[in-house]
């Protein structure tokens, strides 16, 4: 979820709601804790890990992928140094970071661009499955030398 859908939605929801939902309290608190996070990290660090909790000075850190959690990970010390200054943060313990791709919702799938098979290529195909002896493959390969025409 994006900054701003945080925003948006802490807007809406109340500490009785979040209760009801068995959601943390703290919860409500994560635009705070983003913006704490952005001041202390940068923008930079801020594009690929976000936070999602911070409890009982424990911060708990989501990241876009494996390669943040490792640099994340590396730079423990300096981050922790660098967040204690907030004073929010000034009584983190440490954090957690974990690897969960950030925005799912928002990414897009990559589109599957069919491939179209060259005449030459197709020929062969039939070929091969016409000397092919297990039928299952036989099958295959004319299915794919007819599946890979282009569209007239």
């Known amino acids: ?3 701003h859908g945080i925003r ?3 807007s809406l929801i109340t500490p009785l709601t979040l209760r009801e939902l068995g959601m943390p309290a703290d919860i409500a608190r994560l635009p705070e804790i983003s913006d704490a996070w952005i001041d202390s990290v940068g923008t930079a660090l801020a594009e ?20 943040w959690v490792s ?7 300096t981050l922790i140094r660098k ?12 954090f957690e970071v974990r690897a969960s791709p ?5 990414r897009k799938e990559p589109r599957r661009v069919p491939r179209i098979l060259s005449a030459g ?6 070929s091969v499955a016409a000397d092919t002896a297990d039928p299952a493959l036989r099958a295959a390969l004319i299915k794919l030398a007819r599946h890979s025409r282009p569209e007239r």
Request: cysteine-free; charged content about 30%; glycine content about 4%.
């Open 1 to 3: 979820m994006s900054y």
């Open 8 to 10: 948006k939605i802490n």
């Open 48 to 67: 690929h890990v976000q936070p999602i909790r911070y409890t009982a000075g424990k911060l708990v850190l989501r990241a876009s992928s494996a390669v």
């Open 71 to 77: 640099k994340v990970r590396h730079t423990h010390d």
């Open 83 to 94: 967040l204690r200054e907030h004073p929010l943060f000034r009584d983190l313990i440490g």
């Open 102 to 106: 950030l925005d799912r919702a928002l």
């Open 121 to 126: 290529t197709r020929r062969l195909l039939e």
